[in-house]
């Protein structure tokens, strides 16, 4: 077999296409969502080499369109879950000792096809199955995506490069090894890149797995499946399964092979799995790898000296967003008796201009929220906040799901600080805001550290150097991700990774070789040139 030290391509950040009108890009992404919305899929489980069609499925349909069915996708039983363990823990046996080169190479190639021949049908696929707007799907689908690609190649051989110390007399290195068993990827609906990186970066390191895709996500997973088909990640090393999470939960967590589990979703289901790997602890023969990103309700502080249009862009944009669907989404703002007026005034202004309607149509900044309960949980809030004394919707309020599960971007007014829109995370396009007095600074500071029980993302907004030095201090707990006068939304890979800590998960930074170390297991080899053939020290000498 041929050696060498092999040096991987250096990462760079994909490029965002913009997508304006006569662009190719623009031409070619409509032209891919109007095939896929006019045909439907069927989508199988996919165990080892097999695809398997259970006959018991479910309708894939679109949030912006609900009677329009895409799609269908079938659903597992537990005795497929049962097999795609089997066929994981068989195909480790090759995976697992697979140059890393040939790892790296597969992975590399994935990004070339998402940023070349697939594109387009990525980006359709989450326009059509999770409504997002072109630029939403584009910075997700597209370009998160061949970056988590890129740069976890990098930051594996960084990892790899990572050695011991030796001398003369003996040399030690360190192999990182693949976890003893296989790894369970669950991903959420509202980034296609999560729900490729998530099986992805742990396959990467060696490790074989058994991925569960979000229900409301399907529609892209399936490119995601075809993508890593063509880039020739192996029979076995990634199978898919859907269908009802906690039976297949359960299922994975019976194994004694369950080594660990990559997760993004919400805070309750997570700590519930935690507690059930807890339970089973002396069952399983390794301690399992718990990673997991969950919820978070986000906030923006300004302080007085801060600039009224940059607050209330960074509102708008952080809070509407993808109809706020991101746990990064802004959803709580704190902002000083001073600048209230201007701030409020623009942000009526912007969200009165934005369209909402379906991502086919371009010019739509908001499309619908992503199923039923959501959209039902939103509209109770909304509906509580009319009839609340302390509370003031200022601008939107309204909501429809008769074609599609829609609700306008809306702003709350509270003067209730701990009221419960301030707390609880909605995930949705409702953002609550607080109006402080400015001398309440670093009242209000402490305010912001102790309403949520979450700690993901904030952002401050200031010009004053002394206060943002302040604020970075006093909410040093109260984000993974802090952002100095800009949104709390939009991390990218290589520049900030991504997580938080408290009720917001492991803050293992998705996005970074950290991530990646959870998915391997160092072994330390010392080798010793000259072995000693006498047992006494020179401290026993007379």
Not at 171 to 194: D, K, Q
Request: net charge negative.
């Amino acid at each position: 077999m041929p050696k060498g030290i092999f040096h991987v391509p250096n990462a760079v950040n994909e490029p965002v296409k913009s997508y304006a009108p006569n662009t190719p890009e623009r031409k070619a992404v409509l032209d891919a969502y109007k095939t896929m919305w006019n045909s439907k899929i069927d989508v199988p489980l996919y165990i080892g080499s097999e695809e398997i069609k259970t006959g018991n499925t479910k309708n894939m349909t679109a949030p912006h369109d609900h009677k329009h069915v895409v799609g269908t996708y079938h659903l597992a039983e537990k005795s497929h879950v049962e097999k795609a363990i089997a066929n994981a823990l068989e195909a480790r046996k090759a995976w697992s000792s697979t140059p890393w080169e040939q790892r790296a190479a597969i992975f590399l190639k994935a990004a070339e096809l998402v940023a070349g021949p697939y594109r387009a049908r990525i980006n359709a696929a989450t326009m059509v199955g999770q409504s997002k707007n072109v630029h939403q799907a584009e910075i997700d689908a597209a370009c998160e995506f061949i970056d988590f690609l890129r740069f976890n190649v990098e930051y594996m051989t960084q990892i790899y490069d990572d050695q011991p110390n030796s001398d003369q007399t003996m040399w030690n290195r360190v192999e990182y090894r693949p976890l003893e068993g296989f790894v369970y990827a669950i991903t959420p609906f509202n980034f296609t890149a999560i729900a490729g990186n998530l099986p992805a970066s742990a396959a990467m390191m060696g490790n074989v797995v058994v991925w569960k895709p979000s229900d409301s996500q399907v529609f892209s997973a399936k490119i995601i499946i075809d993508i890593f088909k063509e880039a020739g990640v192996p029979d076995g090393v990634i199978n898919v399964v859907f269908g009802d999470a906690q039976m297949i939960t359960d299922t994975v967590l019976e194994s004694r092979d369950f080594a660990g589990i990559h997760f993004t979703g919400s805070t309750h289901v997570f700590k519930d799995v935690w507690g059930k790997i807890g339970t089973k602890i002396s069952h399983y023969k390794t301690y399992p790898r718990i990673v997991g990103e969950t919820g978070g309700k986000d906030f923006i502080i300004a302080h007085p000296s801060a600039n009224a249009k940059q607050v209330s862009t960074g509102i708008v944009r952080g809070a509407f967003e993808f109809q706020g669907q991101k746990c990064s989404a802004a959803s709580r703002a704190y902002i000083p008796q001073s600048l209230w007026g201007d701030v409020k005034e623009q942000i009526i202004t912007d969200v009165k201009s934005m369209k909402m309607g379906s991502p086919e149509d371009l010019g739509n900044f908001v499309t619908a929220v992503i199923h039923e309960g959501s959209f039902d949980k939103l509209a109770s809030y909304i509906d509580q906040a009319k009839n609340d004394a302390d509370a003031e919707i200022i601008v939107g309020g309204n909501y429809d799901k008769s074609v599609g599960y829609f609700v306008e971007p809306t702003v709350i007014v509270t003067t209730n600080p701990k009221y419960k829109t301030m707390e609880t995370e909605l995930f949705g396009p409702v953002m609550t805001i607080y109006v402080y007095e400015d001398a309440k600074w670093a009242e209000t500071l402490k305010l912001v550290d102790e309403t949520s029980e979450y700690a993901l993302t904030g952002a401050i907004f200031s010009k004053d150097r002394y206060a943002v030095a302040e604020a970075t201090k006093a909410l040093e707990n109260s984000a993974g991700n802090f952002y100095i006068n800009d949104k709390p939304t939009g991390a990218v890979v290589g520049m900030q990774p991504f997580g938080g800590a408290r009720a917001s998960g492991t803050n293992d930074k998705a996005g970074s070789a950290l991530n990646l170390l959870r998915w391997v297991s160092p072994r330390t080899i010392k080798e010793t040139f000259i072995t000693p053939v006498d047992y006494r020290y020179p401290f026993l000498g007379e």
